[in-house]
């Protein structure tokens, strides 16, 4: 009889508890607390063992797993606009109740690796967590960039000998060519309103640059120039664009190109200048530069009239990006025989390696 009291006084005891809130069978743990689009999480509470949803800001995720005591699911694709994170609702609900917490939605970087024998586009938290291939394609996929507002990426796809630019949505569903022929398309750049991507091509038999409408129903040529050009960038308010020539006759510098086709010099360093990026405030724009001999991304700032070396002594240093908060750079980097990719503070300062491992990884894509 003592037993079965001492029982029901502890059901007693659960049961208030859990009205005053010091014990919530309903209580989740979502890790990390912030993550980006198509990368995993891992919630934790107590599901029951038979499978139910999950979704996160109202859309349903992908559940790679589920246990009595741990989901891990996919963030799917939210809309970051202008690479600002996001707070989104998670909800798990299954035949034994629905539990709620709330997930920081953040803009990943993207970038292409050879980690699994051909090129794939993959999406990493900013700290370089949890890399998860969004591609999972067999043709070569580089040269990844974001859409605007983080739902779609704009890539380059290898296929024989044709390279087109392609773009799919920021998991990796719903692909579409936006150019063909027999012909290299490269470099595409987002237009700020989305409207809009520009890339480099060799369609007319010299490279140029060109810009199709992100739906694919027209291209547009945006530079009659004998020298070849590339690289095109947008500035983030769409009057400009910048990008690579040898318009001087000498070696590659940066330009700059209004909407009219009116084009002014930026930089003029000794050696080439190359892979410009505008931060996203617009105040600066990074670039690749071999002035020093061994190429390292330097920055030029509009409202100092000042170029700044921000990577110097790190060594072979490329294809800069900027983070959504005009904060910190991510680049390519030669370390050794392999290139990762590794981000520091745009002010210059110390680097942190984000991918692993001995594969080559190329071409990061951020805030812009």
């Not at 890790?31 to 599901?47: C, K, L, M, R, S």
């Not at 390279?163 to 237009?191: C, F, H, Q």
Request: aromatic share 10%; glycine share 10%; net charge negative.
């Amino acid at each position: 009889m003592k037993t079965f009291a001492a029982f029901l006084a502890g059901l007693v005891l659960l049961a208030a508890l859990a009205g005053c809130g010091l014990f919530d069978w309903n209580d989740i743990t979502i890790g990390p607390g912030q993550a980006a689009v198509h990368t995993p999480i891992t919630i934790y509470g107590d599901f029951g063992w038979i499978q139910g949803t999950v979704t996160v800001g109202g859309r349903p995720a992908t559940i790679l797993s589920w246990e009595d005591d741990t989901i891990l699911a996919l963030v799917p694709v939210i809309a970051t606009p202008g690479g600002q994170s996001v707070e989104a609702s998670v909800v798990v609900s299954s035949e034994d109740g629905e539990w709620t917490d709330t997930l920081t939605v953040v803009r990943g970087i993207l970038f292409q690796t050879d980690r699994e024998g051909d090129w794939e586009i993959y999406v990493m938290n900013p700290d370089g967590t949890n890399p998860r291939n969004v591609s999972m394609n067999t043709a070569g996929d580089v040269e990844p960039d974001w859409s605007p507002d983080g739902t779609k990426i704009a890539l380059t796809r290898w296929v024989g000998d044709d390279r087109s630019i392609y773009v799919m949505d920021a998991d990796g569903t719903n692909v579409k060519r936006l150019t063909s022929g027999p012909t290299w398309d490269e470099a595409p750049d987002w237009s700020p309103d989305g409207a809009w991507i520009a890339f480099q091509s060799l369609r007319d038999g010299k490279q140029q640059l060109f810009a199709v409408r992100s739906d694919g129903s027209e291209i547009v040529k945006l530079s009659r120039n004998p020298y070849i050009e590339a690289y095109p960038a947008w500035s983030p308010d769409g009057s400009l664009i910048a990008f690579t020539s040898p318009r001087d006759g000498t070696n590659e510098d940066i330009y700059l190109m209004t909407a009219d086709g009116a084009v002014t010099r930026l930089t003029s360093l000794t050696g080439t200048d190359t892979a410009a990026a505008w931060s996203p405030d617009g105040t600066k724009i990074a670039f690749a530069s071999a002035a020093t001999g061994v190429p390292d991304v330097l920055t030029y700032d509009f409202l100092a009239d000042e170029v700044t070396n921000v990577t110097l002594g790190a060594g072979w240093a490329t294809l800069p990006t900027w983070s959504p908060d005009s904060v910190q750079l991510a680049v390519t980097l030669k370390q050794g025989t392999r290139w990762v990719i590794a981000a520091f503070p745009a002010e210059g300062g110390e680097l942190e390696i984000l991918t692993t491992g001995a594969s080559n990884n190329f071409h990061p894509s951020w805030g812009t």
